[in-house]
């Protein structure tokens, strides 16, 4: 199943934030280094598929994947094995 209308930048920045490692609800957090980076995370968290923060003074923005994020991510992981 393809998810609809997730660009490559979408699917990439889903893929990256895996589960954590405590609770496994939650995805780790992806860092924000560039606009084009704050651009896929503010659509992602518009599709209700994790959230960002940030930036905030030194710190830079942070995205993660929340529990409908890392679903879609579980159906893009073999997907991306077959390509």
Known sequence: M???NLTP???AMLIDSEPD???GT?????ELRTGADYAVAKAL???KLGHRQGPGGFLPGMYWNN???LAVR???KPERTKE
């Open 2 to 4: 393809t998810w609809p």
């Open 21 to 23: 490692d405590v609770t």
């Open 26 to 30: 939650e995805g780790v957090g992806i």
């Open 74 to 76: 579980a159906a893009l």
């Open 45 to 47: 968290e518009r599709r």
């Open 67 to 69: 529990a409908t994020g």
């Open 9 to 11: 930048r979408q699917q």
